[in-house]
């Protein structure tokens, strides 16, 4: 079936350190792939999507590249801030069926110091 | 434009009792959908309305939990009795169509003591 899997956390940075966290995916076909955060006190927001292979998604900062030969879907960016702390999820969702429902990993918690 | 709203925010119950959330979409938006994150594992999917349907009920955990969505609006998931493995967050989407992007809600976090 399909599956979502991620780096576990917590990840904890410096103010300007480069992150990346690991998302790795199963699934038939050629999946939608999507990156979430929930800041705290707030709801999930859509960060960034790739919807084929070597897209690359970018918002904020973020960026993630579609990678079908790995099945994989890295979120990097290059120097976080305070504000970047927040629980990140990875998400695809599967061509075809009859529904849309997302897969979510089970989420990275990022602290960014100063 | 409001966003997705869901009530309560936050819930504590004691075993054996019936809760009520409540999700209201973004207006205009036909496609509903529920997810639960437990104990810090992964979001969920719980079931999915288009308009007053259901279209996919597969993540639903067992008959203690019933979802509705009259009218086709605002949708409510009643968890009756509730047990201490429910607890975590329940979180509502919605989204215009199909297979464009869903907008998230904040959130119900239920604890069940």
């Known amino acids: 079936g399909n599956s979502v899997t991620q780096m576990e956390g917590p990840v904890t940075l410096s103010e300007e350190a480069f992150l990346t966290i690991n998302c790795t995916y199963t699934a038939t076909g050629y999946p939608s792939l999507f990156w979430y955060v929930q800041y705290p006190g707030e709801g999930l927001q859509l960060l960034l999507k790739a919807t084929k292979a070597d897209d690359k998604g970018s918002n904020k900062g973020f960026e993630a590249t579609y990678r079908k030969e790995t099945t994989s879907f890295h979120l990097e960016k290059g120097s976080v801030q305070v504000s970047d702390s927040a629980v990140y999820f990875c998400a695809l969702r599967a061509l075809g069926g009859a529904t849309n429902k997302l897969i979510f990993g089970t989420g990275t918690l990022l602290a960014v110091q100063p | 434009e409001a966003g997705v709203t869901q009530f309560p925010s936050h819930s504590v119950i004691e075993k054996g009792q019936t809760v009520t959330l409540r999700c209201d979409p973004i207006?205009?938006?036909?496609?509903l959908y529920w997810y639960r994150r437990v104990m810090g594992k992964e979001i969920k999917f719980l079931l999915h309305?288009?308009?007053?349907?259901?279209?996919?009920e597969s993540g639903m955990p067992n008959n203690r939990f019933l979802a509705e969505r009259t009218g086709g609006t605002y949708s409510t998931l009643k968890v009756q009795p509730a047990e201490l493995e429910d607890s975590g967050v329940y979180f509502c989407?919605?989204?215009?169509?199909?297979?464009?992007?869903?907008?998230f809600g904040q959130g119900t976090r239920l604890t069940v003591v």
């Open positions: 989407a919605s989204s215009q169509v199909f297979y464009t992007e869903a907008f």
């Open positions: 207006s205009g938006h036909d496609n």
């Open positions: 309305f288009v308009k007053e349907s259901k279209q996919d």
